[in-house]
């Protein structure tokens, strides 16, 4: 593990020794035509890769493109041994010589995130191995007859035959399989190129050149070779030169990263000024992380969600492969986010550096674009506000204003005209005196007040609070509804009021001309009789028989007053009793439905005089032959219900009666409702909340 | 009571019964009802007819009041002696009785010929 996370400890001095080794082997060579062009290659070659991957690894040490390019580097060093004069290392060297191409098809499949992101990938690296292992095999095992100069090789320790025929079966059937395969590597590599982001092509660009045409030209190699002649040296410079050219672009790539921290820097810097707006801010960190896309979204703490530099709510979107988002935090808690190219997190340490740097602004333009996501929410509050909206100062000139409804204003140029020039001037200083007293107490006022609009009087309410120091908002709302309401109230209550005094008026009429005569009659009656008892026995009598008679009448006129004040069975035996008590005393059969429930006293004694109203005015004007009572409780109201069959075409407004019993259910909330069309019975429903 | 014989009476009120039994009652204490009248109109006109010594007039009448009836029997040339009466208490009015013209008021309940009598000589 040491070796993994330091990996210079243990690969640094294992490359200078297989270097050396491979010196000591390519210059001790009697089969090694130039061996110091060969010595000088291979050492650039593998070492390069090695440097390279040392640093890449040492840099980002979970990133395995890294480890590959020293595998590279270290399986270059593996093919020197064909270098040796012994016929063991000679052996080794040519059977595993080959896997640095493998590791090298490897490294373009990783580059840049360091491990395979498909299966097709897996299996393409898998296949390239299988090949640097196989082929070097059956090459070894089949070889030709002369492969090396000025000396013949070594033994070959795996050879099987020298047949040509055999030698360039294998070698055909190889060359195929290897360009087949880095072909498929080639164009894995070019529909990446074509799906990356231009953030991603920016980190890919140098290395993918080199390593394509790398591939491309070991595949040009692997057909050539066997047909030696200029084209295959041509082919051979070109490959060696690409090839070596990838850790020195990988290297490239990593030194832009640490310039591209300190631009970002600056960019930061240069940017994002002092005072700048929150879109200069997201501009300078585009322009720091290289990401014309990137956005920036600020943690809104009232509304516990982001939003925009504009302050408009922001969702951040899920990871993709494309996009991802980048969290800013302090203290545990949530400042900003950055949407941006998921090929910014190869670069790590760009990300981090310039965030970081940006944190200070982010967190500085946070409270910048709360308040303005504060201000949005209040102009969206107003805009969906029904009111009209003035703003006035001190003075009385009109310096701006919001009608939702161009058609309730008064007045329809508002800017620039004085409350004088646009309202009656008593209304004007009334508006004048409740702003600036709005003004002077810091509190808000309420005024009401009327005016003559399109030929009719409507009502409004003004509000009036201060909105600095020498103006004020004034938020009118049309009140006509409501104070139509409130005097229907009034006139009910009115109307009640004057039922009750109407209701003892006739009931002291009543007992006047009623109980009252009679017991007066009764009184004369017995003093007379009181005269006569002893003359006239017979008539003293006949008097009291009189009175008698009388007292009954009175008694019974008494009961039916008093059964008018209230019903006494509904007090003694409630509701339903006493509907059927109605129903008994109605001329025509009455078929009565409920109570399903216990009403309160209020609302059984107005179901009770609804039913007994309007069963009166069925015995009166209906004509029916059947009624029908329903009393209900439904959905919190109490449902009463008195249907005629009788010729319809009564008029709700006629007579005090229907009036009064509307008057007695509106006293309870209630609404009372009378269907009569014209030869189809009367229908009167009184619906009376029950809370 | 002397004074009260033979006294003609004309009886105000829109109560037939009252009316009958006022009559009954009065008679047998010897006075002689010439008339009765059921409204303010109808004693204004009977008063004129048949000129009775006394009326004895119903406070609450379908259309005129006995008030404004005493009012305007006030100002005959020859007024007949007035006497309201009513089922009410006499203090529910006021000071209305006084200030009518009329020699007093009698309950209905407490009417009687010397009672009438009581309030003629007072």
């Known amino acids: 593990m040491t070796s993994l996370r330091r990996p210079w400890l243990f690969f640094g001095p294992a490359a200078l020794i297989a270097g050396g080794l491979d010196v000591a082997l390519t210059l001790t060579s009697n089969h090694e035509e130039n061996p110091a062009l060969a010595t000088s290659l291979g050492l650039f070659v593998s070492w390069s890769f090695v440097v390279a991957g040392l640093i890449g690894w040492s840099r980002r040490p979970g990133n395995h493109t890294g480890m590959l390019m020293v595998a590279v580097g270290f399986g270059v060093l593996v093919g020197g041994l064909t270098e040796a004069n012994y016929s063991l290392p000679y052996t080794l060297g040519g059977l595993f010589g080959s896997l640095f191409i493998a590791a090298f098809v490897h490294l373009l499949l990783v580059y840049p995130g360091g491990s395979l992101i498909s299966r097709y990938a897996f299996w393409l690296v898998g296949a390239a191995y299988a090949t640097a292992f196989f082929a070097p095999l059956f090459d070894l095992m089949f070889a030709s007859r002369h492969t090396c100069k000025p000396h013949d090789c070594p033994d070959n320790l795996l050879l099987v035959s020298r047949d040509h025929g055999a030698n360039v079966a294998q070698t055909a059937f190889w060359t195929a399989v290897a360009v087949l395969v880095l072909a498929a590597a080639f164009k894995l590599l070019v529909g990446r190129w074509h799906r990356a982001t231009p953030a991603l092509r920016r980190i890919l660009r140098p290395v993918y050149l080199a390593g394509a045409l790398s591939l491309l030209l070991l595949s040009v190699g692997f057909i050539v070779t066997p047909f030696s002649g200029v084209g295959n040296v041509v082919v051979e410079i070109a490959l060696i030169a690409t090839f070596t050219a990838v850790p020195f672009l990988f290297l490239t790539g990593l030194l832009g990263t640490t310039l591209a921290r300190t631009a970002g820097m600056r960019a930061i810097f240069r940017e994002i000024p002092e005072r700048a707006t929150a879109g200069e801010v997201e501009e300078g960190l585009r322009e720091a992380l290289r990401d014309p896309t990137a956005k920036v979204a600020y943690w809104y703490d009232e509304g516990g969600h982001y939003v925009d530099v504009e302050g408009n709510r922001f969702e951040l979107p899920p990871d993709t492969r494309r996009r991802v988002v980048t969290r800013l935090e302090y203290a545990d808690a949530p400042v900003a986010a950055i949407v941006h190219d998921a090929a910014l997190r190869e670069e790590p340490e760009l990300l981090e550096t310039i965030t970081g740097a940006a944190r200070i602004a982010l967190e500085r333009d946070k409270l910048l674009v709360e308040v303005r996501a504060r201000a949005e929410r209040y102009r969206a509050l107003l805009q969906a506000m029904p009111d009209l909206m003035f703003r006035i100062t001190r003075n009385g000139a009109y310096l701006s204003y919001n009608a939702p409804n161009p058609q309730d204003l008064y007045w329809h140029d508002v800017v620039g005209l004085t409350v004088w020039d646009r309202l009656p001037p008593e209304l004007a200083d009334r508006i004048i005196e409740a702003g600036r007293a709005a003004i002077d107490r810091g509190t808000p006022e309420v005024i009401e007040y009327t005016l003559s609009f399109d030929g009719e009087t409507r009502h409004y309410e003004g509000r009036f609070a201060p909105s600095g120091d020498h103006e004020f908002l004034m938020i009118v709302r049309e009140i006509t509804e409501r104070k139509r309401q409130q005097e229907e109230v009034e006139a009910s209550r009115a109307r009640i009021l004057a039922a009750g005094d109407e209701a003892r008026r006739k009931l002291e009429r009543n007992l006047h001309d009623g109980a009252q005569q009679r017991l007066v009659s009764v009184s004369l009656s017995l003093r007379l009789a009181q005269n006569h008892l002893r003359d006239d026995p017979g008539e003293a009598e006949k008097l009291l028989e009189g009175s008698r008679h009388e007292l009954a009448q009175a008694l019974e006129e008494l009961r039916e007053l008093a059964r008018g004040i209230h019903p006494a069975v509904l007090t003694d035996r409630g509701l339903e009793a006493a509907l059927d008590a109605l129903a008994a005393r109605a001329p025509l059969p009455v078929e009565i439905v409920g109570p399903d429930c216990q009403l309160p006293p209020a609302i059984e004694a107005a179901a009770y005089y609804v039913v007994s109203e309007s069963l009166a005015n069925v015995t009166k004007y209906a004509h029916a032959s059947s009624v029908k009572v329903r009393v209900a409780c439904s959905n919190g109201n109490a449902l009463v219900e008195v249907a005629d069959d009788g010729i319809g075409g009564a008029d709700p407004l006629r007579g005090s009666g229907l009036r009064g019993l509307a008057d007695r259910v509106a006293s309870l909330s209630g609404k009372l409702a009378v269907e009569s069309p014209r030869g189809a019975g009367t229908r009167v429903r009184a619906q009376i909340p029950l809370k | ?122």
């Open chain 2, 1 to 122: 009571m002397a004074e009260t014989m033979d006294m003609t009476v004309l009886i105000v009120d829109d109560h037939p019964s009252f009316r009958a039994s006022a009559r009954t009652l009065l008679e047998a204490e010897g006075y002689e009802v010439v008339g009765e009248a059921e409204n303010g109109i109808a004693a204004l006109a009977a008063v004129r007819r048949l000129h009775p010594d006394l009326v004895l007039l119903d406070v609450q009448l379908p259309d005129l009041d006995g008030f404004q009836v005493a009012a305007r029997l006030g100002k005959l040339a020859d007024p007949p002696a007035i006497v309201l009466t009513s089922s009410r208490d006499g203090a529910d009015y006021g000071r209305c009785i006084k200030e009518s013209g009329a020699r007093g008021f009698v309950p209905k309940a407490d009417l009687s010929g010397a009672a009438i009598a009581a309030l003629l000589v007072a």
